[in-house]
């Protein structure tokens, strides 16, 4: 039974800190635990802000909460009728929100994980959703081609932003909430005035289709990712493209910077997690360990523990304890 009296069933996850239960899969002495649970891929994986619970969403339909510090299975969420691409929490913890197959968006309350309310709107799957700084807003994106603006309070949409020619697979917001970027099928990445919803600039580029974007901590730089094997780091302000990160061998799917701003980590379908130098775009570190690709990853709020969320027939949850991957 867990903590709310709950049975955790056969899951586990394998997780990179600490002494792994026997419950679970691990090499500790690499660095690396493998938490196991979820019947399919680990489309998002999200680390609450106090880092205390681990939320992985998978095209099994369920959004999962786990202990980091243990690997146990905390609670798993149902509702969602398809598969769950997205899963976030507010700034606070207090919410969290889901994007799916089934059109909707969904949010939670931690860490009980209660439904509190259901958002429709969308035309086609809800490919990612994020929460504005101040926990006002909740934006999404969708394989119908637009970006959405929805009030947290009310669940009420606020604004469609409309531009992409094709599915729009990923989305985020300037740390200052000013401004928010997409990215798409279209193989386009476009900026928004997040208060408007004009349209600031559109970054080309890439010779593949977008798979993720994202800002960095201080908000000065863009890194996205594609199905040209390659990550682009970009001057958020200017639009200029600064540096081509290549070394992987298929798409990239997923790619995120540490908390302190200095090393982006990417997950390709090569079955491989790169960490590099975000000022210079040097290679440090490959990590190899998942069976299939990832398709998620995500920093730790400490920036110490790496959490990578497998597909294509590896639906296991990975913590890599990055202390023990430094030179």
């Not at 926990?135 to 394989?143: C, D, E, P, R």
């Not at 910077?257 to 040097?282: E, H, N, Y």
């Not at 920036?303 to 990055?322: N, R």
Request: with cysteine.
């Amino acid at each position: 039974m867990d903590r709310w009296g709950l049975s955790t069933g056969s899951a586990t996850i394998v997780l990179l800190l600490g002494v792994a239960s026997p419950s679970l899969t691990a090499e500790p002495a690499q660095g690396v635990r493998t938490l196991e649970g979820h019947t399919s891929s680990v489309m998002a994986v999200a680390f609450s802000p106090d880092g205390k619970v681990l939320a992985s969403s998978s095209r099994d339909k369920t959004i999962k909460f786990w202990d980091p510090q243990t690997g146990r299975l905390e609670r798993t969420l149902t509702g969602h009728t398809a598969d769950v691409y997205s899963v976030v929490f507010s700034a606070s913890g207090d919410l969290l929100a889901s994007g799916s197959g089934d059109r909707t968006i969904r949010l939670w309350g931690p860490p009980s994980g209660r439904a509190l309310r259901t958002l429709r709107g969308h035309t086609d799957v809800v490919r990612a959703v994020a929460f504005s700084p101040d926990q006002k807003t909740l934006v999404s994106v969708s394989v119908d081609k637009t970006v959405r603006l929805w009030d947290v309070q009310t669940g009420e949409l606020k604004q469609t932003l409309m531009g992409h020619t094709a599915r729009v697979k990923s989305v985020d917001w300037s740390p200052d909430g000013k401004t928010l970027v997409s990215a798409s099928s279209d193989r386009t990445l476009r900026l928004w005035d997040a208060r408007t919803g004009q349209l600031k600039a559109v970054l080309k580029g890439h010779t593949g289709d977008l798979e993720t974007v994202t800002f960095s901590p201080n908000g000065k730089s863009l890194a996205s990712s594609s199905g040209d094997s390659t990550v682009r780091l970009w001057d958020a302000e200017t639009g200029k493209l600064r540096l081509i990160l290549e070394g992987h061998r298929g798409e990239v799917d997923s790619v995120t910077f540490s908390p302190d701003g200095k090393t982006v980590a990417s997950g390709c379908k090569d079955k491989t997690i790169k960490l590099w130098d975000a000022r210079t775009g040097k290679l440090r570190r490959t990590l190899t360990g998942h069976k299939g690709r990832i398709e998620s990853l995500t920093f730790s709020p400490d920036g110490k523990t790496l959490a990578t969320g497998g597909g294509g027939g590896d639906t296991s949850v990975k913590l890599w304890d990055l202390r023990r991957f430094e030179d």
